[in-house]
């Protein structure tokens, strides 16, 4: 099992230019998160999706658009880049939403940095 | 949604065992308490997860008074390796009431 995926590792982009993060997991979990972590701060939630074909906001969903068209893949898109979204990008799953069952599996992360 | 207070840092030799405690006093009666550890340049790795009373896996123990307004992570005999930051968080059991992660605690363990 890989586990959670993550694609791409790095990326620089500039202001304005477009891109898609893209996250996979093997593990048929029905709830996958998109989160940013910017320098020495905590995670903040940015959109997540209860399964295929449905996506919900998060903490900080401004500026980016997500979907969930097979229920291994969950994308992140940037329509236009802007400074204020250089971050560290988390794609987590998990079995359930909550309760005991919802512990999240986190993927190792994209570095985006936007000039 | 519950918040959570847990201290920004802290620092322990190893060998030692290391406590850290979290406050949630809005915690709803559906929520559970949940910690992570996050290395540097890592994702975030579940380490255990609780309702109430003591926990305990091969990793911590987490202990969970009555009243439920605080947890407390506990570390036994740390080493250098545990130097990372650690999140409590609290709730999770709906879309309405998601896990958040605040600020965490940044461990750092000394030789």
């Known amino acids: 099992n890989a586990g959670v995926t993550q694609t791409p590792k790095f990326r620089v982009l500039k202001t304005g230019q477009s891109m898609t993060l893209l996250c996979a997991q093997d593990?048929?979990?029905?709830?996958m998160y998109w989160y940013r972590q910017d320098p020495g701060m905590g995670l903040r939630l940015i959109h997540y999706?209860?399964?295929?074909?449905?996506?919900a906001k998060g903490e900080v969903p401004d500026g980016y658009n997500v979907s969930r068209l097979k229920k291994q893949n969950f994308l992140l898109g940037l329509e236009s880049a802007a400074p204020s979204q250089t971050s560290v990008y988390f794609c987590?799953?998990?079995?359930?939403?909550?309760?005991?069952?919802?512990?999240?599996?986190f993927g190792p992360g994209t570095r985006l940095t936007v000039l | 949604l519950a918040k959570t207070t847990q201290p920004i840092s802290m620092d322990s030799y190893e060998g030692q065992e290391v406590n850290i405690t979290c406050s949630h006093n809005?915690?709803?009666?559906?929520?559970?308490i949940t910690w992570y550890q996050q290395f540097p340049s890592q994702g975030p790795r579940f380490i255990i997860q609780?309702?109430?009373t003591k926990v305990t896996n091969e990793v911590a123990s987490l202990f969970i008074p009555a009243d439920r307004k605080s947890s407390t992570l506990s570390l036994p005999r740390v080493s250098l390796s545990d130097t990372a930051v650690y999140y409590c968080?609290?709730?999770?059991?709906?879309?309405?009431?998601?896990?958040?992660f605040g600020g965490g605690t940044r461990l750092m363990v000394k030789p």
């Open positions: 987590a799953s998990s079995y359930e939403l909550g309760g005991s069952y919802n512990e999240q599996f």
């Open positions: 593990m048929n979990h029905e709830y």
């Open positions: 999706s209860v399964g295929e074909g449905t996506t």
């Open positions: 809005n915690i709803a009666t559906n929520d559970y």
């Open positions: 609780g309702y109430k």
């Open positions: 968080l609290v709730g999770g059991d709906n879309a309405g009431n998601m896990l958040t």
